[in-house]
């Protein structure tokens, strides 16, 4: 079970603007940056948002991060049919000295 | 362009022993750390385990030290993964992971991945 806690689903329409959380502890989410990773199913993960916030290049502005205190969610609008994957959170933890991810969130777009 | 390739995994008995590697080119392979994470059938994503650029720090998952080992030869850009005493609860997709220059678990070019299953 993993001590980031994500939701196992979420949804939207069209055109929607859809957010997923993640929820963390002091060791976690606040005292280091936090990256979200889509995968859709069968294909490897790709990095969506860095240092909580960052786009890498090539990933549209419709994909926003934002963190408070031992939080962080990932934003999507204007949602598209090729949003439908899973997305993982990811954030060092200093007191297991390793990465966590969080248990990912299944977009579904109706 | 960055590339990261994998070999090795395949079908193993419980209690034997598995080494997987990973090639990479189109980047400076000793300025990145590199990970391996896993995703078992079904399920998420969970980091396996990390060394830095150069290889002086290893970085382990509770699940799985004490019997994987990371190791990186950076004169062939390759990073290897030792797996010992394996049980079912291995049985998953593996990932190699580089990280951005500089950082440790930003992940920003992934392997195909690689199926190792444990089962007799």
């Known amino acids: 079970q993993s001590v980031l806690t994500q939701p196992p689903s979420a949804s939207g329409t069209p055109g929607q603007r859809v957010t997923i959380s993640c929820s963390g502890s002091?060791?976690?989410?606040?005292?280091?940056?936090v990256n979200w990773y889509q995968q859709v199913p069968g294909t490897a993960p790709k990095l969506l948002i860095y240092?909580?916030?960052r786009r890498p290049s090539g990933v549209p502005d419709r994909f926003s991060g934002s963190k408070s205190g031992t939080s962080t969610s990932l934003a999507i609008s204007g949602l598209q049919s090729e949003d439908e994957a899973d997305y993982y959170c990811?954030?060092?933890?200093?007191?297991?000295?390793?990465?966590?991810f969080g248990g990912g969130t299944k977009l579904t777009v109706l | 362009e960055v590339q990261v390739w994998q070999f090795g995994g395949g079908l193993v008995q419980p209690g034997g022993s598995l080494r997987l590697s990973c090639t990479a080119s189109?980047?400076?392979?000793?300025?990145?750390?590199m990970s391996w994470v896993r995703q078992a059938p079904g399920k998420g994503l969970e980091w396996v385990t990390g060394?830095?650029?150069?290889?002086?720090?290893?970085y382990y998952a509770d699940s799985v030290k004490g019997r994987f080992t990371i190791s990186r030869d950076n004169s062939k850009n390759t990073l290897y993964l030792q797996m010992n005493s394996l049980s079912a609860e291995d049985t998953a997709i593996y990932y190699c992971?580089?990280?951005?220059?500089?950082?440790?678990?930003?992940?920003?070019?992934w392997g195909q991945g690689t199926l190792v299953t444990v089962s007799s």
């Open positions: 990811a954030v060092w933890d200093d007191s297991l000295n390793g990465v966590l």
């Open positions: 060394i830095s650029s150069s290889g002086g720090a290893t």
């Open positions: 002091n060791s976690n989410i606040r005292s280091n940056t």
């Open positions: 992971a580089k990280a951005y220059s500089g950082t440790l678990y930003r992940f920003d070019n």
């Open positions: 240092s909580d916030n």
């Open positions: 189109g980047f400076t392979f000793s300025n990145c750390a």
